[in-house]
């Protein structure tokens, strides 16, 4: 069974910074895993034309900035981290590279970063050093819109996980580590597949395709649920994968959805291809894994 030792937290000093650190405490807490405070530096000439800023002025620019940065991650909820096994980091160059890279040399278990949305459209955006981190970190990422709205978490923060598998190559990683989860917070689980709706004018024979791949799938959660030895409630579901997934995370109250992102597509496997749109529209912190 797979557990947490070691969080990365990218830091960049916003709101929603703020509120992903909330997160990574918490779970730094129950794991009594160590979280590293990663902040990436952006060199001044990414900032400023090669003719804005040069020589000694550019060295002194840098330098001060790098102090400013050094303190202020030493400073980030500081309080909040007592009894937290923490440490700073501070890298320079492109952010979600760097992010990525640090993530695979250090082994991190799971990245916690917000998604960077703003305003009324952010259930439309998702920032561009989430998406790129999303698609090349190999370890889990823990993000979502709401997470600046999340409130003082403790362990009693989570008694309901959704776990959503496309029964591709990938579900049985995701249901581990979503049964991880709940089981280190004795935690309801509840499984869920959504097969695509049937195409057509509706009929007999759509009812019929629809009743039989419903079963199908079903047999196939069985089995997963079986190899994985997970005790959770099992659902199957037709049409589109992030309204059904997301309205499901609604009706069992989840507190956080895990999503499978590295299966192929096939028969089954429509999580990928939805991965951006369920992170966005989901009611909770969504964990990619």
């Known amino acids: 069974m797979h557990s947490i030792s070691k969080i990365l937290l990218p830091v960049d000093f916003s709101e929603r910074s703020e509120a992903a650190g909330r997160y990574a405490r918490a779970l730094a807490a129950r794991f009594d895993a160590e979280l590293i405070l990663l902040h990436v530096l952006t060199p001044p000439q990414y900032e400023f034309g090669p003719f804005e800023i040069a020589g000694p002025s550019l060295t002194e620019l840098y330098r001060e900035r790098a102090q400013q940065v050094t303190s202020e991650l030493e400073a980030f909820q500081a309080a909040e981290l007592a009894g937290v096994r923490a440490r700073q980091v501070v890298l320079e160059g492109d952010p979600s590279p760097k992010i990525v890279e640090f993530a695979h040399a250090e082994r991190a278990d799971l990245i916690v970063m ?12 998702l920032g561009s050093n989430t998406a790129k981190v999303l698609h090349d970190a190999d370890c889990p990422v823990w993000t979502g819109v709401h997470l600046e709205q999340a ?8 008694r ?31 499984v869920i597949h959504v ?11 759509d009812a019929s395709w629809s009743a039989a791949a419903g079963e199908s799938a079903r047999r ?6 079986s190899f994985v030895h997970a005790p ?7 049409g589109e994968a992030p309204q059904a997934i997301c309205a499901a995370a609604e009706r069992v109250k989840a507190d956080a959805l895990v999503i499978g992102r590295g299966s192929a597509a096939g028969v089954f496997g429509r999580l990928r291809t939805n991965a951006y749109a369920i992170i966005r529209q989901s009611p909770c912190p969504v964990v990619s894994v």
């Open 160 to 190: 309901s996980i959704l776990c959503a598998v496309d029964l591709g190559a990938q579900s049985s990683k995701t249901l581990c580590w979503a049964a991880m989860l709940a089981g280190e917070f004795d935690a309801k689980l509840t």
């Open 220 to 225: 196939e959660l069985e089995r997963l649920q």
């Open 195 to 205: 097969t695509a709706p049937a195409g057509g004018s509706p009929g007999e024979q």
């Open 151 to 158: 409130p003082p978490l403790t362990a009693e923060s989570f």
């Open 232 to 238: 959770a409630e099992l659902a199957v579901e037709s």
């Open 114 to 125: 917000p998604t960077h949305g703003y305003g009324p459209f952010r259930r439309f955006i």
